[in-house]
C-alpha cells in the first residue's frame, strides 16, 4: 500500500503549500475510496474513508461534551470549541501518531473544505437569525450600550499592536482592526441560546442584550471585511495575506501565551467596565446592570471565525480555549446573581367585576391551531357586543420558535391586501386572521386586533402575559390542553400547553379563562345568532365565582 501511495505521489498529483508550516504537502487525488480491508487495502491512506472517520470522531466528541455539561446549562457552542480543542494540538494533537493517524497533513485540505461550506451555512443563518427591524427601533440607550462594549476592548486589543512593531509584515491599521475585533465582538447566535435557556429573552434586560448585541456583531463583520479587504489589496492571493496578517501575532513562548491571556482578561474587564459604566447611568439597578455586562462578553464561533483566518494553530487553541472560559462562567453567574422580578402584582389584577359598563371590554383570546378558532368566535358573538358595549378583542396566535435566535411579535393589519401565503405558519395565520375579520364585518361592537407571537413554550406565557398588561387587557382567554375527539371524549393534544396556561393563571394581571369546547365550537354562526337558552352557574362564592359571575 505505501508503494501504491508513492506512485501515486511521483506523478502529477495535485499538491498544495500548509499555510502553517510552509510545507509542500502531495496528495493522490485518485484514492478516494478503498476497495476494502478484505483486499489488503488500508482505509487510512484513502480520502473518503478516512474522511468519514474524522467525521465521526468529531460528531462523538462533540456529542459526549454537550451530554456532560447539559447539567450545567452551557450552550452547544462551548461542546463544539472544547471538542476543537481535545482534536487539537493542546491534547490529543500532541502525539505525533495520532495526528499523523487521524489527521494527516494530505486530509486537511478536504476538511478545510468542508468546514468553509460549514462556515459559509453558519453565516447564513446569522444573517437569518437577526431581525434587523430591531435596529429601527432600538433606543438611545441600546445603542449607547452597543457602542460602549465594543469601543473600550476594541481600544485595548488595538492599542496592544505598537508591542509587536517590527514584527508585522502588512498595513498597521490591518493589524489594528484585526485585534480590536477580536477582543471587542460579542456572540450574537451564542447569547440568544443563553437568553433562551436561562427564560430572560422577553424581559427588558435580554431585549438590551439582544439589540445591543446584533449591533456589536453587524459592526464586527463590517470591520473585519474591511481589515480583510485591505490586506488583499496589497497580496496576491487570499490564503497567504491572511497568514501574513494574522501570524503577526504568533507565540514563541510561556511569556507570549501569559502576555496574551493578560490582554485578553483586559479587554474583558474593559468590555464589563464600559457596559456597566453606560448602564448606571441610564438608572439601570447595580445587579441588572452587571448582569447585562457578564452577557455582552459572550463568546463563540464569531471570534473563532476571526481566528482561524490567521492559520495560527497554537493561538486558535489557547484563545478557545479563553472563549470556553468566558463564555462557560456567563450562566453559572447570571444564575446565581439575577432572578426575575415577578413583573406583575397580583393583588391589582384587572377584572370585569371593577370594569364600568360603558367602558370598551378588552380581550386578550390565545390561538395555537385552527382547531381553537371556531370556539372562540362563537363566544365571542354570543357575548353580544354592542355601540355602547365595545368589546376590543386581541387575537394572539402562538407559535414555537424553531429556526430563529430571537423572539418575534408581530402585528397584522386586518385591512390591508395580502400577498398569497407561502409557508404553514403562514398560511395558518392567513385563515385565523380572515376568520376574525368575517367576524368583525358582521358582528357591531367587536374590533379585532390580530397578532403573532413566535416565541419558545418556556417562555410563551410572557408574551401573553406582557401583552395583557401593555394593551391594559381585562380578560384572558386561553383555550384547554384538551380537544374534543371524534368519539366525544377529551384528548390531549400537546402537553406543553398545559405548563403553558398554568404560567399564565400565576403570572396574568387581569382575570383568565380557559374556554373548553365541548361542542360549542361545532356551532355555526347562524346557529349560534339564532339559539338562546339558559345558563347554569356553579356559585361557591369567593372572588374567582364573583368574577365568573360577573
Request: proline share 4%; net charge positive; hydrophobic share 50%.
Given at each position: 500500500?505505501?508503494?501504491?501511495l508513492q506512485?501515486?505521489m511521483?506523478?502529477d498529483e495535485?499538491?498544495?503549500?500548509?499555510?502553517?508550516?510552509?510545507?509542500?504537502?502531495c496528495?493522490?487525488?485518485?484514492?478516494?475510496?478503498t476497495?476494502?480491508?478484505?483486499?489488503?487495502?488500508?482505509?487510512?491512506?484513502?480520502?473518503?474513508?478516512?474522511?468519514?472517520?474524522?467525521?465521526?470522531l468529531?460528531?462523538?466528541?462533540?456529542?459526549i461534551?454537550?451530554?456532560?455539561?447539559?447539567?450545567l446549562?452551557q450552550?452547544?457552542?462551548?461542546?463544539?470549541?472544547?471538542?476543537?480543542?481535545i482534536?487539537?494540538?493542546?491534547?490529543?494533537?500532541?502525539?505525533a501518531n495520532?495526528?499523523?493517524t487521524?489527521?494527516?497533513?494530505?486530509?486537511?485540505?478536504v476538511l478545510e473544505?468542508?468546514a468553509?461550506?460549514?462556515?459559509f451555512?453558519?453565516?447564513?443563518?446569522?444573517?437569518?437569525?437577526?431581525?434587523l427591524?430591531?435596529?429601527?427601533?432600538?433606543s438611545?440607550?441600546?445603542?449607547?450600550?452597543?457602542?460602549?462594549?465594543?469601543?473600550l476592548?476594541?481600544?485595548?486589543?488595538?492599542?496592544?499592536?505598537?508591542?509587536f512593531?517590527?514584527?508585522?509584515?502588512v498595513?498597521?491599521?490591518?493589524?489594528?482592526?484585526f485585534?480590536?475585533?477580536?477582543?471587542?465582538?460579542?456572540a450574537?447566535?451564542?447569547?440568544?441560546?443563553?437568553?433562551?435557556e436561562l427564560?430572560?429573552?422577553n424581559?427588558?434586560?435580554g431585549?438590551?442584550?439582544?439589540s445591543?448585541?446584533?449591533?456589536?456583531d453587524?459592526?464586527?463583520?463590517i470591520l473585519?471585511?474591511?481589515?480583510?479587504?485591505?490586506?488583499?489589496?496589497?497580496?496576491?492571493?487570499?490564503?497567504?495575506s491572511f497568514?501574513v496578517?494574522?501570524?503577526?501575532?504568533?507565540?514563541?513562548?510561556?511569556?507570549?501565551?501569559g502576555?496574551?491571556?493578560?490582554?485578553?482578561?483586559?479587554a474583558?474587564?474593559?468590555?464589563?467596565?464600559?457596559t456597566?459604566?453606560?448602564?448606571?447611568?441610564?438608572k439601570?439597578?447595580?445587579?441588572?446592570?452587571f448582569?447585562?455586562?457578564?452577557l455582552?462578553?459572550?463568546?463563540?464561533?464569531?471570534?473563532?471565525?476571526v481566528?482561524?483566518?490567521?492559520k495560527?494553530?497554537?493561538?486558535?487553541?489557547?484563545?478557545?480555549?479563553?472563549?470556553?472560559?468566558?463564555?462557560?462562567?456567563?450562566?453559572?453567574?447570571?444564575?446565581?446573581?439575577f432572578?426575575?422580578a415577578?413583573?406583575?402584582?397580583t393583588?391589582?389584577?384587572?377584572?370585569?367585576?371593577?370594569?364600568?359598563r360603558?367602558?370598551?371590554?378588552?380581550?386578550?383570546?390565545c390561538?395555537?391551531?385552527?382547531r381553537?378558532?371556531?370556539?372562540?368566535?362563537n363566544?365571542?358573538?354570543?357575548s353580544?357586543?354592542t355601540?355602547?358595549?365595545?368589546?376590543?378583542v386581541?387575537?394572539l396566535q402562538l407559535?414555537?420558535?424553531?429556526?430563529?435566535?430571537?423572539?418575534?411579535l408581530?402585528?397584522?393589519n386586518?385591512?390591508?391586501?395580502r400577498?398569497?401565503?407561502?409557508y404553514?405558519?403562514?398560511?395558518q395565520?392567513?385563515q385565523?386572521?380572515?376568520?376574525?375579520?368575517n367576524?368583525?364585518?358582521?358582528?357591531t361592537?367587536l374590533?379585532?386586533?390580530?397578532?403573532?407571537?413566535i416565541?419558545?413554550y418556556?417562555?410563551?406565557?410572557e408574551?401573553?402575559?406582557?401583552?395583557a398588561?401593555d394593551?391594559?387587557?381585562?380578560?384572558i382567554i386561553?383555550?384547554?390542553?384538551?380537544?374534543?375527539?371524534?368519539?366525544?371524549?377529551?384528548?390531549?393534544?400537546?402537553?406543553?400547553?398545559?405548563?403553558?396556561?398554568?404560567?399564565?393563571?400565576?403570572?396574568?394581571?387581569?382575570?383568565?379563562?380557559?374556554l373548553i369546547?365541548?361542542?360549542?365550537?361545532?356551532?355555526?354562526?347562524?346557529?349560534?345568532s339564532q339559539i338562546?337558552?339558559?345558563?347554569a352557574?356553579?356559585?361557591?362564592?369567593?372572588p374567582?365565582?364573583?368574577?365568573a359571575?360577573?
Amino acid at each position: 500500500m505505501a508503494d501504491a501511495l508513492q506512485n501515486a505521489m511521483q506523478k502529477d498529483e495535485p499538491k498544495f503549500t500548509d499555510p502553517i508550516r510552509g510545507e509542500m504537502v502531495c496528495f493522490a487525488s485518485s484514492m478516494i475510496s478503498t476497495n476494502g480491508v478484505w483486499q489488503g487495502d488500508d482505509p487510512f491512506e484513502y480520502s473518503l474513508p478516512l474522511f468519514i472517520l474524522q467525521l465521526m470522531l468529531i460528531v462523538l466528541i462533540t456529542r459526549i461534551l454537550i451530554f456532560l455539561l447539559k447539567p450545567l446549562r452551557q450552550p452547544k457552542v462551548i461542546s463544539e470549541i472544547l471538542g476543537g480543542v481535545i482534536l487539537g494540538p493542546l491534547i490529543l494533537g500532541r502525539s505525533a501518531n495520532f495526528s499523523a493517524t487521524i489527521f494527516p497533513l494530505r486530509s486537511i485540505m478536504v476538511l478545510e473544505t468542508l468546514a468553509n461550506v460549514g462556515l459559509f451555512f453558519f453565516l447564513f443563518l446569522v444573517g437569518v437569525e437577526m431581525d434587523l427591524g430591531m435596529i429601527r427601533k432600538t433606543s438611545q440607550k441600546v445603542m449607547v450600550i452597543a457602542i460602549a462594549c465594543m469601543s473600550l476592548p476594541f481600544l485595548i486589543g488595538s492599542s496592544t499592536t505598537f508591542l509587536f512593531n517590527g514584527q508585522t509584515q502588512v498595513n498597521h491599521l490591518c493589524f489594528v482592526v484585526f485585534m480590536g475585533v477580536a477582543h471587542s465582538v460579542t456572540a450574537f447566535p451564542v447569547l440568544a441560546r443563553i437568553l433562551a435557556e436561562l427564560k430572560l429573552l422577553n424581559t427588558e434586560i435580554g431585549k438590551i442584550a439582544m439589540s445591543a448585541a446584533m449591533m456589536n456583531d453587524i459592526c464586527a463583520w463590517i470591520l473585519l471585511a474591511l481589515a480583510v479587504a485591505l490586506v488583499e489589496s496589497n497580496s496576491s492571493t487570499t490564503l497567504a495575506s491572511f497568514y501574513v496578517i494574522f501570524s503577526s501575532i504568533g507565540v514563541n513562548g510561556k511569556g507570549d501565551y501569559g502576555f496574551f491571556i493578560a490582554i485578553i482578561v483586559l479587554a474583558f474587564v474593559g468590555k464589563v467596565a464600559g457596559t456597566l459604566l453606560i448602564a448606571l447611568y441610564y438608572k439601570m439597578p447595580f445587579r441588572e446592570a452587571f448582569v447585562l455586562a457578564l452577557l455582552m462578553n459572550t463568546k463563540g464561533l464569531t471570534e473563532m471565525v476571526v481566528l482561524n483566518v490567521g492559520k495560527n494553530q497554537k493561538l486558535f487553541a489557547t484563545m478557545g480555549v479563553v472563549a470556553v472560559l468566558v463564555t462557560g462562567m456567563i450562566t453559572p453567574i447570571v444564575v446565581a446573581i439575577f432572578k426575575p422580578a415577578q413583573g406583575f402584582i397580583t393583588h391589582k389584577r384587572r377584572t370585569i367585576q371593577r370594569s364600568t359598563r360603558s367602558a370598551e371590554l378588552r380581550v386578550l383570546t390565545c390561538i395555537h391551531t385552527t382547531r381553537n378558532v371556531p370556539s372562540v368566535i362563537n363566544l365571542l358573538e354570543i357575548s353580544n357586543p354592542t355601540k355602547k358595549f365595545h368589546i376590543a378583542v386581541y387575537v394572539l396566535q402562538l407559535v414555537e420558535l424553531t429556526g430563529r435566535a430571537s423572539a418575534m411579535l408581530i402585528v397584522h393589519n386586518t385591512h390591508r391586501v395580502r400577498k398569497p401565503a407561502i409557508y404553514k405558519t403562514q398560511v395558518q395565520s392567513e385563515q385565523i386572521i380572515n376568520s376574525f375579520k368575517n367576524l368583525q364585518q358582521h358582528v357591531t361592537g367587536l374590533s379585532i386586533h390580530p397578532l403573532t407571537s413566535i416565541t419558545p413554550y418556556s417562555t410563551m406565557h410572557e408574551d401573553i402575559c406582557n401583552l395583557a398588561e401593555d394593551e391594559r387587557v381585562t380578560f384572558i382567554i386561553l383555550p384547554f390542553h384538551k380537544q374534543q375527539a371524534v368519539h366525544g371524549g377529551m384528548e390531549a393534544t400537546n402537553p406543553v400547553l398545559r405548563n403553558i396556561n398554568q404560567n399564565v393563571l400565576a403570572n396574568a394581571p387581569c382575570s383568565v379563562g380557559i374556554l373548553i369546547d365541548r361542542g360549542l365550537g361545532g356551532l355555526t354562526r347562524v346557529a349560534v345568532s339564532q339559539i338562546s337558552g339558559n345558563i347554569a352557574v356553579l356559585f361557591f362564592g369567593g372572588p374567582d365565582d364573583r368574577e365568573a359571575l360577573s
